[in-house]
């Protein structure tokens, strides 16, 4: 195993108190991240951007490194999450909690796992409980003060392909958690999770069913559908107000020869707006209908709010 580092840059002057462990508000996830980075993109919209201006253009250059910390493990991918001064990040197989101000490791979770171990990209937090994905497709609650595991379910069957990376997505009472698979012809989905059970609540199927909206667009009489691809790769974004999921979804499979799929291969390479609620799909914008360049559409949709054709408008970018 190769060792990686987290580095973390700061004004030595001016670093923050740190505090013991504690849960997560859920009412955090609702507001512009500043003392906190409770979610994958850092708040529901997306754009990773937060109202902090302590370090801006005129004194970044003053940045020194506060502490390196060294971690036996393959290198690091995931986005850190922040939470009461807590650090907590992720590579396959492990998670790990240390205190931001020190680098002094907290706890560290490790779980043996089959699988591509090609990445991954960090947990979801609701309450005191951390929702992670592994390798091998199932979706683990870990305790966030010590690291014991609350519970273990798997997503979907590694044997036939499927494998797992994305960071989850804590939506009022859901986890919304996404799967990944390469090289074989499966169908993707996005499943929502209770985060006190670990019960599955609704799985949203990127292609229909046969006769649903949206099967005509693949071959009539064939079983392409059914083996289509479209996979939930990266976490999604929120609009509470809407109450309305947004989530980027993969290219169709077989990935270059489009001659056995013929059409437009919804929902595959499409932008999905989801009620979280009911799995509900509410409307879909499809950038590379019948992609055969592996153009997908996983990257995240970020939303703003802007001036559009003389009103104010609730906007997607993507």
């Given at each position: 195993m190769n060792r990686f580092v987290i580095a973390v840059l700061a004004f030595a002057a001016l670093q923050a108190p740190c505090f013991a462990a504690e849960g997560l508000d859920p009412a955090a996830l609702l507001k512009p991240p500043t003392d906190t980075w409770p979610t994958y993109n850092g708040d529901y919209s997306g754009r990773r951007y937060s109202t902090l201006s302590q370090i801006n253009q005129s004194n970044v250059h003053q940045l020194t490194v506060a502490w390196v910390a060294q971690m036996q493990s393959v290198s690091i991918k995931s986005t850190p999450l922040e939470v009461n001064g807590v650090l907590y990040f992720t590579t396959p197989d492990n998670v790990w909690a240390a205190d931001a101000r020190t680098g002094r490791p907290i706890w560290h979770f490790h779980r043996e796992s089959?699988?591509?171990?090609?990445?991954?990209?960090?947990?979801?937090?609701?309450?005191?409980?951390?929702?992670?994905?592994?390798?091998?497709?199932?979706?683990?609650?870990?305790?966030?003060?010590?690291?014991?595991?609350?519970?273990?379910?798997?997503?979907?069957?590694?044997?036939?392909?499927?494998?797992?990376?994305?960071?989850?997505?804590?939506?009022?009472?859901?986890?919304?958690?996404?799967?990944?698979?390469?090289?074989t012809d499966i169908p993707g989905f996005l499943d929502s999770i209770d985060?006190?059970?670990?019960?599955?609540?609704?799985?949203?199927?990127?292609?229909?069913?046969?006769?649903?909206p949206g099967s005509?667009?693949?071959?009539?009489?064939?079983?392409?559908?059914?083996?289509?691809?479209?996979?939930?790769?990266?976490?999604?974004?929120y609009d509470p107000e809407l109450n309305l999921v947004y989530w980027g979804i993969g290219n169709p499979n077989p990935v270059l020869n489009g001659d056995i799929r013929k059409g437009d291969n919804l929902y595959t390479c499409s932008i999905v707006a989801l009620n979280p609620d009911t799995g509900k799909l509410q409307w879909y914008f499809q950038p590379s209908p019948h992609d055969t360049h592996d153009w997908d559409a996983v990257q995240t949709p970020v939303l703003f709010d802007d001036i559009y054709k003389g009103s104010h408008r609730k906007l997607l970018a993507q």
């Open positions: 089959q699988g591509d171990h090609i990445g991954q990209r960090g947990v979801a937090m609701y309450k005191d409980w951390l929702y992670f994905e592994t390798p091998d497709c199932h979706l683990i609650s870990l305790n966030a003060k010590d690291g014991t595991q609350r519970w273990d379910i798997e997503l979907a069957d590694p044997k036939l392909g499927y494998f797992a990376t994305m960071a989850p997505l804590v939506v009022r009472n859901h986890v919304l958690a996404g799967v990944s698979g390469d090289v985060p006190e059970t670990g019960q599955r609540q609704w799985r949203w199927y990127t292609e229909p069913k046969p006769g649903e005509e667009t693949w071959p009539q009489g064939s079983d392409a559908i059914s083996h289509g691809g479209g996979m939930a790769w990266m976490t999604g974004t």
